[in-house]
């Protein structure tokens, strides 16, 4: 199994290309009825979901009062190596139910593993011992220094430089700093950070960090952080939270109460479907098709065409708070918050479920991981191997 866990890499927030579409991984002919449990480990509290490089997976949690960065052996589920920060934090109490963890996924390159505390402190490890090379907070720029919600932005890292939307509630910088030693390379200082995460584009030749920040929807040249275009852009109760997806030289965008918008390379919108929205659901693109969750109707899975915004499909409702989607092959991973786990078919025509599992006791607000061997699945405080 550890010779197939290391042939698979995942190691960024919503897979290789932050879209979460799976690298090749060898899927069965047919699945059980059951999953088996190969390992369960417990690595704390929160929502940012485990990654997978080189064989390794990191899963970033807390426990008390410490932030923890784990290396885990995927073939045994044993510890490699434990990080431990302390990062006290209160809760906004709108956010009681989802506690204290950290909610920003890791990212992992070049040997080295970024993390986004959820209060806003920026980490970057050593992959192979933990060793914490350099750490920044944010309290002497920023009166806060994370959303009302807690920090859940993850950070992508383009060209040696860790780009981080940093700062919190009313101001704050989406910023570039240094991979090796960690000097701030260029800063957009013109709006507070969301709670969604920046994708680098090429689109029409030119290359982009396109991100959801407090009011706005922006696009910046990574390699200075000058704005190619802005959308002002605003959701009920400043959550801004879902990852823009590319589809050819255009981008998908959508929010809560602002319905599904495609927008060109100039950031001009093509078209907008008013009805179907995302709320906390980043969507991924199968074809010419857009597979998502809306929070209408207490949960949704939909389908929509990419080419025009029309709704093709849509699926029972009330399927929970949100759901991590992931695609593989033909097949899409649907992970509700209600620990619900369906494996679908990638079509346009239907909602076509092939089997349904439940995966966890609690809560699943993380990604799942589709390995060849197995998936990976961070419920509220433990990481499982199920197998098939």
Same mark, same amino acid.
């Given at each position: 199994?550890?010779?197939?866990?290391?042939?698979?890499?995942?190691?960024?927030?919503?897979?290789?290309?932050?879209?979460?579409?799976?690298?090749?991984?060898?899927?069965?002919?047919?699945?059980?009825?059951?999953?088996?449990?190969?390992?369960?480990?417990?690595?704390?509290?929160?929502?940012?979901?485990?990654?997978?490089?080189?064989?390794?997976?990191?899963?970033?949690?807390?426990?008390?009062?410490?932030?923890?960065?784990?290396?885990?052996?995927?073939?045994?589920?044993?510890?490699?190596?434990?990080?431990?920060?302390?990062?006290?934090?209160?809760?906004?109490?709108?956010?009681?139910?989802?506690?204290?963890?950290?909610?920003?996924?890791?990212?992992?390159?070049?040997?080295?593993?970024?993390?986004?505390?959820?209060?806003?402190?920026?980490?970057?490890?050593?992959?192979?011992?933990?060793?914490?090379?350099?750490?920044?907070?944010?309290?002497?720029?920023?009166?806060?220094?994370?959303?009302?919600?807690?920090?859940?932005?993850?950070?992508?890292?383009?060209?040696?430089?860790?780009?981080?939307?940093?700062?919190?509630?009313?101001?704050?910088?989406? =910023?570039?700093?240094?991979?090796? !030693? &960690?000097? #701030?390379? $260029?800063?957009?200082? %013109?709006? /507070?950070?969301?709670?969604? *995460? +920046?994708?680098?584009?090429?689109?029409?030749?030119?290359?982009?960090?396109?991100?959801?920040?407090?009011?706005?929807?922006?696009?910046?040249?990574?390699?200075?952080?000058?704005?190619?275009?802005?959308?002002?852009?605003?959701?009920?109760?400043?959550?801004?939270?879902?990852?823009?997806?590319?589809?050819?030289?255009?981008?998908?965008?959508?929010?809560?109460?602002?319905? =599904?918008?495609?927008?060109?390379? !100039? &950031?001009? #919108?093509? $078209?907008?479907?008013? %009805?179907? /929205?995302?709320?906390?659901? *980043? +969507?991924?693109?199968?074809?010419?098709?857009?597979?998502?969750?809306?929070?209408?109707?207490?949960?949704?899975?939909?389908?929509?065409?990419?080419?025009?915004?029309?709704?093709?499909?849509?699926?029972?409702?009330?399927?929970?708070?949100?759901?991590?989607?992931?695609?593989?092959?033909?097949?899409?991973?649907?992970?509700?918050?209600?620990?619900?786990?369906?494996?679908?078919?990638?079509?346009?025509?239907?909602?076509?479920? #092939?089997?349904?599992?439940?995966?966890?006791?609690?809560?699943?607000?993380?990604? +799942?991981?589709?390995?060849?061997?197995?998936?990976?699945?961070?419920?509220?405080?433990?990481?499982?191997?199920?197998?098939?």
């Amino acid at each position: 199994m550890a010779g197939a866990l290391a042939a698979v890499d995942f190691p960024q927030w919503r897979g290789p290309n932050r879209d979460g579409v799976v690298g090749s991984v060898k899927l069965p002919a047919s699945w059980p009825d059951k999953l088996t449990r190969k390992w369960r480990m417990a690595v704390g509290e929160g929502h940012a979901s485990p990654v997978l490089s080189a064989g390794r997976l990191y899963v970033f949690a807390r426990q008390a009062e410490n932030e923890i960065l784990r290396a885990v052996d995927p073939a045994a589920g044993k510890v490699i190596w434990t990080s431990l920060n302390a990062a006290p934090y209160t809760v906004n109490p709108a956010a009681t139910k989802h506690r204290k963890g950290p909610k920003s996924t890791p990212v992992v390159t070049g040997g080295r593993v970024v993390t986004l505390g959820i209060s806003g402190i920026l980490s970057v490890h050593d992959a192979a011992t933990g060793k914490v090379f350099w750490r920044k907070e944010f309290g002497k720029e920023f009166r806060e220094t994370s959303p009302l919600y807690g920090a859940a932005m993850s950070p992508i890292v383009v060209d040696g430089l860790v780009i981080a939307h940093v700062g919190g509630d009313g101001g704050g910088a989406l =910023t570039a700093f240094d991979l090796a !030693a &960690g000097a #701030v390379r $260029w800063r957009w200082a %013109e709006d /507070g950070p969301g709670y969604a *995460s +920046p994708v680098a584009v090429t689109v029409a030749g030119k290359r982009q960090v396109v991100t959801q920040s407090e009011k706005n929807i922006v696009s910046v040249d990574p390699k200075d952080g000058k704005v190619v275009w802005k959308i002002p852009f605003t959701t009920p109760y400043a959550q801004n939270s879902v990852t823009p997806l590319v589809h050819r030289d255009k981008l998908i965008l959508s929010g809560l109460s602002n319905g =599904t918008m495609c927008v060109n390379p !100039a &950031g001009t #919108v093509v $078209w907008h479907n008013k %009805e179907i /929205g995302m709320y906390m659901n *980043s +969507p991924v693109m199968g074809g010419e098709t857009i597979y998502g969750f809306t929070n209408r109707n207490r949960g949704q899975y939909f389908a929509m065409s990419a080419r025009d915004g029309k709704l093709l499909w849509s699926s029972e409702p009330r399927k929970g708070d949100n759901a991590a989607i992931l695609l593989a092959g033909d097949l899409l991973f649907l992970l509700n918050t209600d620990a619900e786990l369906i494996v679908a078919k990638v079509s346009p025509a239907s909602f076509q479920v #092939v089997k349904t599992y439940t995966v966890a006791e609690s809560e699943t607000w993380a990604h +799942p991981l589709v390995l060849t061997e197995g998936i990976v699945i961070k419920d509220f405080e433990s990481l499982t191997l199920w197998t098939v």
